[in-house]
């Protein structure tokens, strides 16, 4: 179902990617609003996709009304407490992006009965290439369930969840994963200047293979495995080179989606001040 009216809490990076990909799906400038403290951040945003923007909570909101809140975890309880009370009317789904704060606290704070559905998106939703992951509580309807997969399929592939506790492996995942492919996009950059490439190119060829990796494996039936095998010739260059990559990456990968998984749960615990 597509929505009439949407409301974004939030005018940061988040709030932005997904305001230029349902702008891009069509949704007209008039049925979507921002909302956020510092006139600068919502006013560049109205201005540059024809929004509008949204001085104070709202103390009501039409039927059907989608929130979207894309403020920082922290802010969450006190942003909450604010418009709780434009959530009188039933029809209004809350879909927050925040990391780590479940779908019980929302209720909690919110209204017990409100229809909440809880996001992962990534940045590649900036060019609709993101991955999001959802979970929608029993009190989501079935049409809003559809209209919450259509605002963040705008931004790219939408994947559901039963079971709520694992989006703080998605988080760790696929929320946080960006920054590591561009950290190893770094380091690549960086090992190849250290073998005499020029940084432009260092640069260049990192981000093909990359790309082009992705899209193989995007495009292929075979596994990840599979295909690392095609590049790897007995006793060849890659060989030599995976040889030192199996020595660390994969407790590596262990210990960091750990450390975020972790992140993330703290996040979630308003007895934990993480800054
Ligand atoms: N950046 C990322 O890769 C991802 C972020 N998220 C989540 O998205 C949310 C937003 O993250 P970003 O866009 O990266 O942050 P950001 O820092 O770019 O934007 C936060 C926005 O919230 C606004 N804000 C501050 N106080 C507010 C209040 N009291 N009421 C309304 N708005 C307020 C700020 O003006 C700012 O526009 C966070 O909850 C984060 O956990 C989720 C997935 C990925
Ligand atoms: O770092 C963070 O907390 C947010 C959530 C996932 C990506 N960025």
Same mark, same amino acid.
């Given at each position: 179902? $597509?929505?009439?009216?949407?409301?974004?809490?939030?005018?940061?990076?988040?709030?932005?990617?997904? #305001?230029?990909?349902?702008?891009?799906?069509?949704?007209? +400038?008039?049925?979507? /609003?921002?909302?956020?403290? !510092?006139?600068?951040? %919502?006013?560049?945003?109205?201005?540059?996709? +024809? $929004?509008?923007?949204?001085?104070?909570?709202?103390?009501?909101?039409?039927?059907? !009304? @989608? @929130? #979207?809140?894309?403020?920082? =975890?922290?802010?969450?309880?006190?942003?909450?407490?604010?418009?709780?009370?434009?959530?009188?009317?039933?029809?209004?789904?809350?879909?927050?992006?925040?990391?780590?704060?479940? !779908?019980?606290?929302?209720?909690?704070?919110?209204?017990?009965?409100?229809? #909440?559905?809880?996001?992962?998106?990534?940045?590649?939703? /900036?060019?609709?290439?993101?991955?999001?992951?959802?979970?929608?509580?029993?009190?989501?309807?079935?049409?809003?369930? /559809?209209?919450?997969?259509?605002?963040? *399929?705008? @931004?790219?592939?939408?994947?559901?969840?039963?079971?709520?506790?694992?989006?703080?492996?998605?988080?760790?995942?696929?929320?946080?994963?960006?920054?590591?492919?561009?950290?190893?996009?770094?380091?690549?950059?960086?090992?190849?200047?250290?073998?005499?490439?020029? %940084?432009?190119?260092?640069?260049?060829?990192?981000?093909?293979?990359?790309?082009?990796? &992705?899209?193989?494996? &995007?495009? *292929?039936?075979? !596994?990840?495995?599979?295909?690392?095998?095609?590049?790897?010739?007995?006793?060849?260059?890659?060989? &030599?080179?995976?040889? @030192?990559?199996?020595?660390?990456?994969?407790?590596?990968? /262990? %210990?960091?989606?750990?450390?975020?998984?972790?992140? *993330?749960?703290?996040?979630?615990? =308003?007895?934990?001040?993480?800054?």
């Amino acid at each position: 179902m $597509i929505p009439q009216n949407i409301v974004f809490i939030g005018a940061g990076n988040m709030a932005r990617a997904l #305001i230029a990909g349902l702008r891009r799906q069509g949704i007209a +400038g008039e049925q979507i /609003q921002v909302h956020a403290p !510092s006139s600068a951040h %919502r006013d560049a945003l109205a201005e540059e996709f +024809g $929004i509008r923007s949204l001085a104070a909570t709202a103390q009501s909101l039409p039927a059907n !009304s @989608v @929130v #979207i809140y894309a403020a920082k =975890p922290k802010q969450i309880s006190a942003v909450l407490a604010l418009w709780r009370q434009a959530f009188a009317d039933a029809g209004v789904l809350f879909l927050s992006v925040a990391a780590g704060i479940d !779908s019980a606290r929302i209720a909690a704070e919110l209204n017990p009965g409100s229809a #909440i559905v809880r996001g992962m998106p990534n940045t590649p939703a /900036q060019v609709g290439a993101g991955a999001t992951a959802l979970y929608a509580r029993d009190s989501v309807s079935a049409a809003q369930r /559809q209209t919450a997969g259509f605002i963040m *399929s705008a @931004v790219g592939e939408i994947y559901w969840l039963s079971d709520e506790s694992l989006m703080d492996a998605v988080t760790a995942l696929s929320g946080s994963g960006p920054a590591y492919v561009l950290l190893f996009l770094e380091a690549l950059e960086d090992a190849a200047v250290l073998q005499g490439l020029d %940084r432009a190119t260092a640069r260049a060829l990192a981000l093909q293979t990359v790309l082009g990796t &992705a899209q193989m494996a &995007a495009a *292929s039936t075979l !596994s990840p495995t599979a295909l690392r095998h095609q590049v790897t010739s007995p006793g060849g260059t890659t060989a &030599a080179g995976l040889a @030192v990559w199996e020595e660390h990456l994969r407790p590596l990968a /262990q %210990r960091a989606l750990a450390a975020a998984a972790e992140r *993330s749960r703290a996040l979630g615990s =308003p007895e934990k001040d993480i800054p």
